[in-house]
């Protein structure tokens, strides 16, 4: 598995108008999905949005309807008898691992390969990969914490060489600490063997820190396809904006490239003109004792140690907003501050009598 550039101009996989149903329930509606050899993507989306399902199609455990799929630039399903899950070449890593229980960590690191492949030095070559200290080989599960049961399931799927590795919720059953040093294992151990890899998340905060691509997902359709920075600075609508991060969405007028709202006149960015809706992150209203700004009361903050999040009402009408601050900096609930805008704001039209609102994504929940 020699390391390759990110991105090198091939597609790895493929979905082009991919509909899946069971019974009258639609659970893919057209998906049309390109993934770059040797990159992480991260399908996004709530439960119920349909991406386990696009995973399960493309591991081949479900057919799609309608559409077709494409590993390494041959169709897979689609068109005539679908090619079977063990002639994919892909790899699987389910929420929970699913290692074989009865079978130590090298055999189960080596039971996708041939007999002839099952030596000591492959199981320490990939249980490297995934930063697990080789004599951990001899153990079995059990005697494995979550986070190295997660990697041993990770060191089997790239055994194989596949074309492909898919992540389906990997982290999901981990605790906060042991999460996030899991999902930094896994992502230099995909970034080592050179791997394309398809991450289906419901955490935020996951697919942008890990992925190349993010691919957000509602109510079975893809709804934006985009580098992290972009999906987070520039949504593609309000929906996409409360999932992948607080919001604050203000009733506007955009004229010349500034919008009139609540807190002033806001330069923005998007082809919008006359009754819209601005979008601002919490992270770009800055809070200051006085001077400049609209005046606003601190309704409530809530303390997090590095930064603190602080819900304000504006003064006089009371419209409420979010605002986040370093942990150190925070006002006191019940004082009065000026707040102004850092940055450009991003315009959507609207129809001219949306409310003001305060969007939170909910936050994933260990299991």
Same mark, same amino acid.
């Given at each position: +598995?020699?390391?390759?550039? =990110?991105?090198?101009?091939? #597609? ?6 991919? #509909? ?13 999905? +390109? ?15 349909? =991406?386990?399902?696009?995973?399960? !199609? ?77 004599? &951990?080989? =001899? ?14 399931? !990770? ?49 935020? /905060?996951?697919?942008? %820190?890990?992925?190349?691509?993010? /691919? ?17 600075? %520039? ?17 506007? %007028? ?11 006149? &806001? ?5 919008? %003109? ?12 800055? &809070? ?39 942990? +150190? ?7 009065? @501050?000026? !707040? #102004? @805008? ?23 929940? #260990?299991?």
């Amino acid at each position: +598995h020699p390391p390759s550039e =990110k991105g090198d101009g091939m #597609t790895a996989l493929t979905l082009t108008g991919v #509909t899946k149903a069971f019974g009258s329930t639609r659970v893919l509606q057209g998906v049309d999905l +390109h993934v770059p050899a040797r990159t992480l993507t991260a399908v996004l989306g709530p439960s119920g949005c349909g =991406k386990t399902t696009l995973l399960r !199609l493309v591991a081949g455990f479900d057919d799609p309807d309608s559409g077709t799929i494409s590993l390494a630039g041959a169709v897979v399903a689609g068109q005539g008898r679908p090619r079977p899950p063990q002639h994919r070449r892909v790899g699987y890593v389910p929420q929970e691992g699913a290692l074989f229980p009865h079978l130590s960590v090298a055999a189960n690191v080596t039971f996708g390969l041939p007999r002839r492949s099952r030596s000591a030095a492959t199981v320490a070559e990939f249980l490297d990969l995934v930063g697990l200290d080789p004599a &951990l080989a =001899k153990r079995h599960p059990h005697e494995l914490s979550g986070g190295q049961q997660q990697r041993v399931a !990770l060191a089997r799927a790239l055994a194989p060489n596949p074309s492909i590795v898919l992540l389906d919720e990997p982290f999901s059953s981990l605790d906060a600490g042991l999460r996030e040093s899991t999902r930094r294992a896994v992502a230099e151990a995909l970034t080592a063997a050179g791997a394309t890899a398809v991450l289906v998340t419901h955490d935020q /905060a996951e697919a942008l %820190s890990m992925a190349d691509q993010v /691919a957000v997902m509602r109510q079975g359709r893809l709804v934006q396809l985009d580098a992290p920075e972009t999906v987070y600075r %520039s949504p593609s609508d309000a929906g996409v904006a409360g999932f992948v991060g607080e919001a604050v969405l203000l009733p506007a %007028s955009v004229s010349a490239g500034y919008a009139t709202c609540e807190l002033g006149s &806001l330069a923005v960015r998007g082809e919008v %003109s006359g009754p819209a809706r601005v979008l601002l992150r919490p992270e770009q209203l800055v &809070l200051s004792a006085d001077g400049a700004g609209v005046r606003a009361r601190v309704r409530d903050v809530s303390y997090f140690g590095h930064d603190a999040a602080v819900r304000l009402e504006l003064l006089p009408g009371g419209t409420e907003v979010l605002a986040r601050v370093a942990g +150190h900096d925070r006002p006191e609930p019940g004082s009065v @501050v000026r !707040l #102004t @805008v850092a940055g450009e704001a991003l315009a959507y039209p609207s129809a001219g009598d949306s409310p003001a609102e305060v969007l939170v994504p909910e936050i994933p929940q #260990t299991a």
